[in-house]
């Protein structure tokens, strides 16, 4: 199992400065991350830099709340797109899959895919939050908005236990037969929990610990 080739390197901290940012995108080329996450404002950089090294832009939508107006989101989406975004995260909205409201969540969903065209969407549904039955329920919501991956965790929720192996095996046995692939993030901070996840079903990582877990 290569790590690395699972890890998307993330820098998401609203302190993050330009030294911490190069050295992400420098770590990544190193370590042949499977790419790098940053905030909107940074894509562009991140483009620049990691051009040509097989390393991907990932970028954050509607982050960290998902409490925007679908709109906004797919607004967002199509800039970063367009300054080098080669995948999009977005967080559902979340209020909405509290209040049951499954057309209001796959609409949100909906609005930014179309928004994204062939651009990988990624949907974070903030795991923390939900019951099992909401994490079924929306992983079913971007399913039927045609995503391509379901997350679990923004990772910036207070006292949230981020990623769990238990959720990422549930929501890959929604989502697989309909072809989308899971991507496991927040807490991961050791390679057993990485290989955990993986064997849960997990395509791919998010975490600011890459370095460390492929380094054993």
């Not at 390197?9 to 609203?14: E, F, M, N, Q």
């Not at 989406?77 to 995260?89: P, S, T």
């Not at 977005?90 to 796959?106: G, P, S």
């Not at 923390?128 to 919501?141: F, P, R």
């Amino acid at each position: 199992m290569n790590m690395n080739e699972y890890i998307e390197h993330t820098l998401l901290k609203p302190t993050a400065t330009k030294e911490a940012l190069e050295k992400l995108y420098s770590e990544a080329i190193e370590y042949k991350f499977k790419g790098v996450c940053v905030n909107p404002i940074n894509v562009r950089r991140a483009a620049e830099v990691l051009k040509n090294s097989g390393a991907k832009v990932i970028t954050v939508v509607g982050f960290p709340l998902g409490a925007m107006v679908p709109e906004a989101k797919a607004f967002e989406a199509k800039r970063a797109i367009e300054d080098g975004a080669d995948e999009v995260d977005m967080v559902l909205n979340i209020q909405a899959v509290k209040n049951a409201e499954w057309e209001v969540v796959t609409k949100d969903i909906k609005t930014v895919k179309e928004a994204c065209g062939q651009t990988i969407l990624k949907v974070i549904i903030e795991t923390d939050y939900l019951t099992k039955e909401e994490i079924v329920e929306a992983c079913k919501c971007a399913i039927a908005a045609k995503a391509d991956f379901v997350k679990t965790s923004t990772g910036f929720v207070n006292g949230g236990v981020g990623a769990k192996a238990e959720d990422v095996k549930l929501m890959y046995d929604t989502v697989k037969e309909a072809g989308l692939k899971v991507k496991a993030s927040g807490g991961i901070r050791d390679k057993e929990a990485a290989q955990a996840m993986i064997q849960a079903g997990a395509a791919s990582l998010g975490t600011s610990s890459g370095v460390k877990i492929v380094n054993g």
